[in-house]
């Protein structure tokens, strides 16, 4: 019953930055741990960062002190702030939540973000 919706893709210059935004159609930061993925053509999906309902961080060590994980309880809302934009960041990125008990799994359909010129 957990529905997904991902926004605030799209084209930025290298150097530049962008907020994407997962928000979720309930309140489930209690049970839940949130994270940003992301997927390039011809790659492996990998992790970007997770945020746990303890308030812990996860970074991969790519985008470690670029991007930063948040959330907003009361909008039941999760965010990823991308600074210092490479073309390498270049991605379909997907939120995800992963039950903490049971670990089932829901996934947002993607945005896009294209680091260019």
């Known amino acids: 019953q957990v529905q997904l919706v991902e926004s605030g893709g799209g084209l930025v210059q290298p150097g530049g930055s962008l907020r994407l935004s997962c928000a979720a159609s309930?309140?489930?930061?209690?049970?839940?741990?949130v994270a940003w993925y992301r997927q390039a053509p011809g790659k492996q999906r990998e992790l970007v960062a997770r945020?746990?309902?303890?308030?812990?961080?996860y970074y991969a060590d790519s985008v470690k002190g670029r991007f930063t994980i948040s959330r907003d309880n009361a909008k039941n809302t999760v965010y990823l702030q991308m600074n210092s934009l490479k073309p390498e960041d270049t991605a379909v990125y997907l939120c995800?939540?992963?039950?903490?008990?049971?670990?089932?799994?829901?996934w947002g359909r993607g945005t896009q973000v294209t680091v260019s010129s």
């Open positions: 995800n939540l992963a039950r903490m008990d049971t670990y089932q799994n829901y």
């Open positions: 945020i746990f309902n303890t308030g812990s961080v």
């Open positions: 309930g309140s489930i930061f209690s049970i839940f741990a």
